[in-house]
């Protein structure tokens, strides 16, 4: 590894993917929600970027304006085009935590963002990043922090240390992290082959690794191949961010609000007990068999009264993202599948199914009006909702009016890089102040409409003309389509679902005019 990379994986680059906790304005309903008054975000900062594309989407997507860190020169030049593409408030760098972190001329920022990083740097950037927050985070404002977590990463610590091991004493020299990652598959492979103790005391571990074999190469390098790995106990973030002055607000992960979906009775009787609210989380952990956290943290939490919390969430604006009919009663949490009670949800469902926004105080007087439901019964469930992406949470009108032109633009771009990077799966949306995920087909199809292409069959020759330029061919049904007219002939079929489904919902999100 190059010397500026600190044991950082940097030969090979970081996924694209988008991350919906680090956009601010998600924050308002989980803050709101948990009793605590919802930071004004105008000053936002992501630290250990990646491909810039979550910090690109939010800030083309809203109004505030962002500052950002990644040490890969590679991925700051990529998310500098995008940046540039948008026109948006959005200012990159490629220096290191400590760099950065050091700058003078950074403003004080409502909301600071970090993604998985924290668990695969040192400690001393740990450190660097705990003290950045307790100088540049304002009074008020929100962390949201993600990081690698035991219980959940316990059995599979010695799996990752065997890997990189074989990647740093065994792995073909030259070869890049790619190889290292098949190589150091490979063995752990065979060695399982051999039944190894370890297996038989830790079954769950086969199926683990055969999950991780099948996954992204690059994501693999920087989840299992930096020199600095630690998945920790909830306990340890805190003591750090205490320091900071940060307090737990509450999981940025929707769903792990609902203990009734989460934690058995047993269970929630016994964290009743526990007075003490970080070693509660703690145990919740132990509880689910955490792996991975997602959380909001704030520097000085404002309680809200009744009144005031109820006055702030019926004035928030939902939205039903898709057709109706295709969403599933159905949550995924710790106790594993749930349905959702049809009484509740179908009215709610149906009252939404116009597609257009409304006030969580409408659709609360429709609800206790004609279903007898309560304003509790509600808000449940507009959260599990928005936590499962069948409802959006809307910005303010003039708010999304004002991101509109910067996301358009964006959007354009991302659309053309589309043309030959098949990563790319997000456009932004102006009215969550988020990212909206579409396939690269669809991507094309964007492009072809943003270029005159009058509907579907002009869209699907488009997108045929693209993959042909390419030399790449659609699969379909496992395999590759057997000719040109085969391949046009499906995308005209994904083209018109696209028109159908797609399409309304980036108008009405503001995503394409």
């Known amino acids: 590894m190059p010397e500026w990379s600190a044991g950082y994986v940097a030969d090979i680059g970081y996924t694209y993917g988008t991350y919906a906790e680090l956009n601010p304005h998600r924050a308002r309903l989980a803050f709101v929600m948990a009793g605590l008054m919802p930071p004004k ?19 083309a997507a809203s109004t505030a304006q962002w500052h950002g860190t990644d040490f890969n020169p590679t991925q700051a030049v990529f998310a500098r085009e995008l940046a540039a593409a948008s026109g948006a408030p959005v200012h990159l760098y490629d220096q ?13 920022f409502d909301f600071i963002g970090l993604h998985g990083i924290f668990s695969w740097i040192s400690d001393e950037n ?40 074989y990647a740093n004493v065994m792995g073909a020299p030259g070869g890049g992290s790619a190889a290292h990652v098949d190589q150091s598959l490979a063995f752990a492979e065979r060695l399982f082959g051999t039944k190894p103790g370890y297996l038989l005391a830790n079954p769950n571990v086969a199926g683990r690794f055969d ?19 630690v998945p920790f106990q909830f306990s340890q973030v805190a003591a750090l961010l205490e320091q900071a002055k940060l307090t737990y607000a509450c999981s940025a992960h929707y769903l792990d609000h609902i203990d009734t979906i989460n934690l ?50 019926l004035q928030m ?22 349905t959702l009670q049809p009484q509740i949800y179908d009215p ?11 006030t969580i105080g409408e659709l609360v007087g429709f609800a206790a009006k004609k279903h007898g439901m309560t304003l509790h019964q509600v808000l449940q ?40 990077n098949k990563a790319l799966h997000y456009l932004a949306a102006p009215a969550t102040g988020g990212a909206l995920p579409l396939n690269r087909f669809d991507l094309l199809f964007v492009l072809s409409r943003a270029h005159g292409g009058a509907g579907p069959e002009d869209w699907a020759a488009y997108a045929a003309m693209a993959l042909s330029r390419q030399g790449e061919r659609l699969v379909i049904e496992g395999k590759p389509a057997e000719s040109d007219a085969q391949q046009l002939q499906e995308l005209t079929v994904r083209a018109n679902k696209f028109r159908d489904g797609m399409l309304p919902i980036l108008i009405r999100v503001g995503a394409i005019a």
């Open 348 to 358: 709610l469902l149906d009252f939404l199914a116009d597609g257009q926004p409304h």
């Open 211 to 229: 999950k991780t074999k099948v996954q992204d190469r690059n994501y693999l390098a920087h989840e299992y191949f930096n020199r600095d790995w």
């Open 264 to 313: 058995t009775a047993d269970q929630r009787k016994l964290l009743d007990e526990i007075t003490d609210p970080v070693f509660s989380q703690t145990v919740r952990d132990f509880m689910v068999n955490q792996g991975f956290r997602r959380d909001y943290w704030v520097k000085g939490p404002r309680r809200l009264g009744t009144i005031e919390r109820d006055h702030l969430v």
């Open 317 to 338: 604006r939902v939205m039903l993202l898709g057709d109706r009919a295709a969403v599933p009663l159905k949550a995924v949490a710790s106790l594993g599948e749930v």
């Open 96 to 108: 290191s935590f400590a760099e950065f972190c050091s700058r003078d001329d950074l403003p004080d």
């Open 381 to 420: 469930a507009v959260f599990v909702l928005t936590g499962t992406g069948s409802t959006v949470i809307l910005q303010d009108d003039d708010v999304i009016e004002r991101a509109r032109p910067a996301a358009q633009r964006l959007n354009l771009r991302i659309c053309e890089m589309a043309m030959s």
């Open 41 to 59: 975000v105008e000053t936002a900062c992501e630290l250990g970027f990646g491909q810039g594309m979550s910090i690109n989407l939010h800030g």
């Open 126 to 165: 740990r450190r660097i990043i705990a003290d950045f927050v307790r100088r540049k985070l304002r009074l008020g404002g929100v962390l949201y922090i993600s990081y690698n977590t035991q219980p959940g990463w316990a059995p599979m610590v010695p799996v990752r240390e065997l890997l990189a091991e």
